[in-house]
């Protein structure tokens, strides 16, 4: 990551993770939103969400390709990418802008605590997966519910209202992401962060295609209200929401029930 005109410009995906809080915040999500649903976190990165979700008997896998690294790479590069993104901060304070940076930063910590005591202990249980846009391992339908967030927008080149310094998750990669989000959820996607990453954030350009892709799968799409600080929204609140993508008739489960239905934010 290097500065430019006061703004980000991310020359690689940065790899630091959230914890459960901050997802729930982030999918405007509660834990009974997940509980009996089969769920999947793409671009998981050094995250602490399925940690935390599978200490609590929940049933998620998340997927990321840094997970074919060893441990010890992934929560070196994890910490080196936190403390790089700080200093960038630091240095334009007009590019992003959050209520507690502090608390911000001890949470990316946090979970990447978290997520490396995980990554450790489970070995090859199948809980971290490796893989990534737009070709996830997964068969068709495979998860009730799918989260995809800090990818998607974010890594959008500079000119089209994201932060990548570069062309490789242009808006033909973000359609053919979208298919592939939707391939393998049962029954519901949501992704965060629906809007341009600089000094006045509004609606991403790509938030009406990728609508129209979901629609075009066979799914009814909304946008939701997010409460998440996510460093951009605070400058413009409006802009802040999550796209929900929801099939109109869930595919049957192989136990022959189907997918629960969506539960709103009960905290």
């Not at 990554?119 to 799918?146: I, K, M, N, Q, W």
């Not at 990453?197 to 209200?225: D, I, K």
Request: glycine share 8%; aromatic share 8%; proline share 5%.
């Amino acid at each position: 990551m290097t500065e430019d005109a006061g703004r980000f410009r991310l020359r690689q995906v940065a790899f630091f993770g959230r914890t459960l809080d901050e997802y729930l915040e982030m999918f405007a999500l509660d834990l009974g939103a997940l509980r009996g649903r089969r769920v999947l976190d793409v671009a998981s990165g050094p995250g602490s969400f399925v940690a935390e979700c599978l200490a609590r008997g929940l049933d998620v896998t998340g997927c990321d390709p840094q997970y074919a690294r060893d441990a010890d790479a992934i929560v070196a590069q994890g910490r080196a990418d936190v403390d790089a993104c700080r200093e960038q901060i630091r240095r334009n304070p007009e590019s992003l802008q959050y209520a507690d940076i502090d608390a911000f930063y001890r949470a990316k910590h946090v979970a990447l605590d978290r997520f490396s005591a995980d990554f450790r202990s489970r070995g090859g249980e199948g809980r971290y997966v490796t893989g990534c846009l737009p070709a996830l391992p997964f068969a068709d339908r495979a998860f009730d519910l799918v989260l995809s967030a800090n990818l998607l927008m974010i890594y959008a080149p500079l000119a089209d209202g994201g932060m990548h310094d570069g062309f490789d998750f242009d808006l033909d990669f973000h359609l053919r992401a979208v298919t592939e989000l939707a391939r393998v959820a049962r029954h519901e996607v949501r992704i965060p962060g629906m809007h341009t990453w600089g000094r006045m954030p509004v609606s991403h350009p790509y938030c009406e295609p990728m609508m129209a892709q979901f629609e075009n799968a066979g799914y009814t799409v909304e946008l939701v209200a997010s409460r998440y600080d996510d460093g951009a929204s605070i400058l413009n609140p409006a802009s802040n929401r999550i796209l929900v993508a929801t099939r109109s008739a869930p595919a049957p489960r192989a136990d022959g029930g189907t997918a629960p239905a969506t539960v709103g934010v009960d905290r």
